[in-house]
């Protein structure tokens, strides 16, 4: 299984970004998946997660009202809307597998098993 993380960029505070995360495999919907972010000097943190159908999503409080998660398994592909960002947003921001067949809240790093190579967010102030 291979995560391909991308969409990250430079954005001015109040601005939007949307990232991107196609993963490899013919298994990729039966799996719930994730992102985290890590902040320079900090440790990696839950931001969202959604279930296999897509039908449960969960947030750290940091993001909610402002990040959407969403994914498309036809395409293989999990989203992060990203709006009204804050420069403490900055951070490489990594997606993840989950557990299969997963639909509730999953907010730890050893809950997943692949990684992407994350994909480098940063807000200016």
């Known amino acids: 299984v291979q995560l391909q993380a991308s969409g990250g960029g430079l954005v001015q505070a109040g601005g939007s970004l949307r990232l991107s995360c196609a993963a490899s495999?013919?298994?990729?919907?039966?799996?719930?998946m994730g992102w985290f972010r890590q902040a320079p000097g900090k440790g990696r943190e839950f931001v969202a997660g959604?279930?296999?159908?897509?039908?449960?999503?969960n947030y750290a409080d940091s993001v909610k009202g402002r990040f959407t998660i969403s994914r498309d398994n036809a395409k293989n592909t999990v989203y992060l809307e990203m709006n009204s960002l804050k420069p403490e947003d900055t951070a490489v921001y990594f997606c993840?597998?989950?557990?299969?067949?997963?639909?509730?809240?999953?907010?730890?790093?050893?809950?997943?098993?692949?990684w992407g190579q994350g994909t480098q967010v940063t807000v200016s102030s």
């Open positions: 495999g013919r298994t990729f919907s039966l799996y719930f």
């Open positions: 993840a597998r989950g557990p299969r067949l997963g639909d509730r809240y999953y907010g730890r790093m050893q809950d997943y098993d692949y």
């Open positions: 959604i279930s296999w159908t897509g039908v449960n999503t």
